[in-house]
């Protein structure tokens, strides 16, 4: 049995653990796919924005390919594709690298998954990936929290050994529910409250409610680190680490947010039983089993 390194929704009280794993797993900086400055900063805050990685052009043909498949009935019925929850609006569709064509392409893509070859020091494959879409007037919040500690208890991921790319569809403003993250809350693992129901994704998708911090935690953490924003032209690439604390607020303004969202784990990291003691997540939701490390590389989007 794998050792739980990072135990959460246990006790009745939240407490804080001192990150024991790496944020980066290579130290040689002088050959990081972005700058040596770049990459420190990722360390140190625990997320980076990379201004216009991917063309208009190409985030033309990406937009093109949502608007396509976001209208298939087929899509919208099957258990990959998340409403939210009061207008019945599509939020997210899973498993986008599994079920498209295009959106494997740019799952391989060296410019997002080259670097997340070098954080996570080696061989990588898809952990999650998905459509991310906050529509004007109806995208919904998404409360503060850490992916890792989600991954860990409902799909069993032991280490922080996970890092995430948003490629930005839509220019990201102040104003229409960007990405909020606490700078340095990767540094520590905050053990929630609140015992895990089977197939709470089905919910928590929609709206999280468990394996979200504490209030206390949560100001503590503002008061030392601050709140910072995501913004960005259309082509930008947020990465951030697997603990880093975040959320996004509801999107009131007519102008949409939307994002392709892909999660790199190390194939040395595979996980094994969820820690919170239930069946693990669907396969949509959570890769599982065998996988095959990612084959990289320059790709065109013709």
């Known amino acids: 049995m794998t050792?739980?390194?990072?135990?959460?929704?246990q006790h009745?009280?939240?407490?804080?653990?001192?990150?024991i794993d790496p944020v980066l797993y290579r130290n040689d900086l002088e050959n990081a796919p972005v700058s040596t400055e770049q990459m420190a900063s990722f360390e140190r805050d625990g997320y980076l924005v990379l201004p216009e990685v991917f063309s208009s052009?190409?985030?033309?043909?990406f937009t093109r390919e949502l608007l396509r498949i976001s209208t298939l009935?087929?899509?919208?019925?099957?258990?990959?594709?998340?409403?939210?929850?009061?207008?019945?609006?599509?939020?997210?569709?899973?498993a986008i690298h599994r079920s498209n064509a295009l959106f494997e392409r740019v799952a391989r893509d060296e410019r997002i998954a080259g670097i997340a070859q070098y954080i996570l020091g080696g061989d990588v494959y898809v952990h999650q990936s998905r459509l991310n879409l906050k529509p004007g007037f109806k995208g919904k919040e998404f409360y503060w929290h850490s992916d890792f500690e989600t991954w860990?208890?409902?799909?069993?991921?032991?280490?922080?050994?996970?890092v995430s790319f948003s490629i930005l569809l839509t220019d990201n403003h102040p104003y229409n529910g960007p990405l909020m993250l606490i700078p340095g809350s990767h540094k520590q693992y905050i053990s929630c409250v609140g015992k895990t129901p089977e197939n709470h994704y089905q919910k928590s998708l929609r709206k999280q409610e468990l394996g979200v911090p504490d209030e206390y935690s949560l100001?503590?953490?503002?008061?030392?680190?601050?709140v910072d924003i995501a913004t960005g032209p259309a082509g930008?690439?947020?990465?951030?680490?697997?603990?880093?604390?975040?959320g996004s607020n509801s999107n009131i303004t007519p102008t949409p947010r939307s994002n392709l969202f892909f999660v790199y784990n190390h194939v040395d990291n595979l996980p094994v039983e969820p820690f919170g003691k239930i069946p693990p997540r669907p396969e949509f939701v959570a890769e599982r089993g065998k996988?095959?490390?990612?084959?990289t590389g320059p790709q065109r989007y013709d």
Do not use: K
Not at 3 to 9: E, I, M, N, Q, V
Not at 75 to 89: F, H, K, T, W, Y
């Open 3 to 9: 050792a739980d390194l990072y135990p959460s929704r």
């Open 12 to 19: 009745d009280q939240p407490s804080w653990h001192e990150r």
């Open 57 to 61: 052009e190409e985030v033309a043909v």
């Open 73 to 94: 009935q087929d899509v919208l019925d099957s258990p990959a594709a998340i409403r939210e929850p009061d207008s019945g609006a599509l939020r997210s569709l899973f």
């Open 152 to 162: 860990h208890i409902e799909d069993g991921i032991p280490r922080m050994r996970t």
């Open 219 to 226: 100001e503590e953490l503002y008061q030392h680190n601050g």
């Open 236 to 246: 930008s690439v947020v990465l951030f680490d697997c603990n880093t604390l975040h």
């Open 291 to 295: 996988v095959q490390p990612l084959q």
